[in-house]
C-alpha cells in the first residue's frame, strides 16, 4: 500500500530554515499531485503547498515568498523547504498524497523558538 515517511522536522530559531522531506513508497510516484499541510494545537489541519506531476505549485498565502516545494520523482520523494521561518509556522507538518482515497504521512513536528 502507499506509504509516506516524513523527516526533517525539529526545532529551529525565528527566522532559521527547515527542509522537509517525504518519502513514497507502493504508489506510481510520478503521476500524483503531492503536498504539504500542517496543524497547530486547537487549528484545522490547512493546506500548505501543493505540487501537481506537471510540477505546477499551489502555495497558501501566509507562506508564499518564504516556503518552496519540490519533487524528485527518480526518489519518489517531495520536499518542503521553509525558510524565514515564524513562531505561526510551528505545527505538525503532513505529506500528503493526492489519490482516491488520499494518503497521509505521520507527521512531522517543527517547533519555532527562540
Known amino acids: 500500500q502507499v506509504q509516506l515517511v516524513e523527516s526533517g522536522g525539529g526545532l529551529v530559531q525565528p527566522g532559521g530554515s527547515l527542509r522537509l522531506s517525504c518519502a513514497a513508497s507502493g504508489m506510481i510516484f510520478i503521476i500524483y499531485t503531492m503536498g504539504w499541510y500542517r496543524q497547530a494545537p486547537g487549528k484545522q489541519r490547512e493546506l500548505v503547498a501543493t505540487?501537481?506531476?506537471?510540477?505546477?505549485?499551489n502555495y497558501a498565502d501566509s507562506i508564499k515568498g518564504r516556503f518552496i516545494i519540490s519533487r524528485d520523482n527518480a526518489k519518489n520523494t517531495v520536499y518542503l523547504q521553509m525558510n524565514s521561518l515564524k513562531p505561526g509556522d510551528a505545527a505538525v507538518y503532513y505529506c500528503?498524497?493526492?489519490?482516491?482515497?488520499?494518503?497521509w504521512g505521520q507527521g512531522t513536528q517543527v517547533t519555532v523558538s527562540s
Open positions: 505540487i501537481s506531476s506537471g510540477r505546477f505549485t
Open positions: 500528503y498524497a493526492g489519490g482516491s482515497p488520499p494518503t
